[in-house]
């Protein structure tokens, strides 16, 4: 049971309108599920994706587009689609942790991980105490740089009918 593969009970259910669309789209990504361990658990022997790992370049193909990234670009990426998907309601970020190559396909396993809501009655906190909303989506687009794995998830996932080459992205960016 649980999401793409992984057991249930390693899936932290999150049910808030449109974040059950957003999980979808993770599934149909491959992204398989957000999975957050306890905060205690610092002994694991797993190691983080090792600095020239993280920057080696790597390519792919989405949908008919050949595209090169770095395994660091992924959660970026991710972040910028969790946005863009969710009709800029959510942003899903602060995504730390390490990929396990040992699964397959290889698969992020994450803690911790930062929704942003924007609400439009205002309400603060929907997701707790790190859920900044708007201020907090405002902050990750000032330092977020687009990709081209940004673009091609967009293209594929959101607005298919939107050549690469003619996404409005002031000064490189994904907002």
Not at 84 to 92: A, E, H, I, N, Q
Not at 151 to 165: C, S
Request: proline share 6%; net charge negative; aromatic share 8%.
């Amino acid at each position: 049971g649980g999401v793409a593969g992984v057991p249930s009970s390693c899936v932290e259910a999150v049910h808030a309108p449109d974040v059950d669309d957003l999980l979808d789209g993770m599934k149909d990504l491959g992204l398989n599920a957000i999975v957050e361990d306890d905060e205690g658990e610092d002994d694991s022997d797993e190691e983080d994706v090792v600095e020239t790992e993280a920057s080696r370049p790597m390519a792919a193909r989405i949908g008919d587009v050949a595209i090169s990234f770095t395994i660091a670009d992924i959660p970026q990426a991710f972040s910028c689609f969790s946005y863009r998907f969710s009709g800029k309601k959510y942003l899903v970020c602060d995504l730390q942790g390490v990929l396990d190559v040992n699964s397959s396909p290889p698969c992020f396993e994450l803690t911790d991980p930062v929704i942003h809501y924007r609400s439009m009655t205002g309400r603060r906190g929907v997701f707790g105490r790190t859920d900044r909303g708007p201020k907090g989506i405002d902050n990750f687009y000032k330092t977020h740089q687009c990709t081209e794995l940004c673009r091609a998830l967009m293209r594929e996932w959101i607005n298919p009918k939107v050549d690469l080459g003619e996404i409005p992205y002031p000064r490189g960016r994904c907002k």
